[in-house]
């Protein structure tokens, strides 16, 4: 409720013997107009915050058999988990593969592989301002209009921060890879006895990269623009 907002904000400051920030009329502006939530809004930052209603999967295929000589297993799986936050979404791709040999019966060969590679959106590094955002930013904005602007405050003593501005301010992602290998090969010269000798690969590499978006922002019961959404653009990696 933006109007009782206003009105305690304004008890808070005239308790502490500082200027009430909003004028009577503003208050009697949103309570005139209750359906009215373009022009003037009521805003719930966490229903705006996880409103990205969308349906995560995962699907894994695999394969496994053998013979006397042979036996292996391999499966691949992928992940697509769209997030509950706009602009987070995240997708994993793994690969698991382990096959044996038997060249003779004293003889035998193996390797075990995995395999992830993994992308995040560049805005979920972002979640704890916007999770702050959310706690602070006035009821009294409208994030993003149905034509797709997006707002600020309308009343100018807020200082309410855009949730969604923050969550598309960026184009990047966050990108992992990860490789391990384990080769091995078993002799068992007489019965009771077995040697094994292995080798083992590890690669690792994570990367990072992105670019600002600039994104004009409207006080809309002015329809006024208030940031032109211009700026020095950048490409960072890392």
Do not use: C
Request: aromatic share 14%; glycine share 8%.
């Amino acid at each position: 409720d933006y109007a009782r907002y206003m009105e305690l904000m304004n008890e808070a400051y005239t308790n502490s013997k500082m200027g009430a920030p909003f004028d009577q009329e503003s208050i009697d502006l949103w309570r005139q107009h209750p359906n009215e939530p373009l022009l003037y809004p009521n805003t719930d930052q966490f229903d705006v915050l996880f409103g990205n209603t969308k349906v995560a999967h995962q699907h894994t295929f695999s394969l496994n058999g053998g013979s006397e000589k042979l036996s292996y297993y391999s499966s691949f799986t992928y992940l697509d988990n769209p997030g509950v936050v706009e602009n987070t979404e995240y997708q994993r791709y793994g690969l698991r593969s382990n096959i044996e040999a038997k060249i003779t019966d004293w003889f035998s060969v193996g390797t075990n592989l995995n395999g992830v590679y993994s992308s995040r959106n560049i805005n979920a590094n972002s979640l704890s301002d916007v999770f702050n955002f959310a706690r602070q930013t006035t009821p009294g904005i409208v994030h993003r209009h149905p034509d797709g602007r997006y707002g600020v405050a309308h009343n100018p003593v807020d200082g309410g921060n855009n949730i969604l501005t923050r969550l598309n301010n960026k184009e990047g992602e966050n990108l992992s890879r990860n490789l391990q290998t384990r080769f091995y090969a078993t002799v068992k010269p007489f019965k009771g006895l077995s040697v094994s000798a292995s080798y083992a690969y590890h690669y690792s590499d994570n990367e990072q990269w992105q670019k600002p978006v600039f994104i004009p922002q409207w006080n809309f019961l002015e329809d006024v623009m208030m940031t032109d959404g211009v700026g020095r653009t950048n490409i960072s990696n890392k």
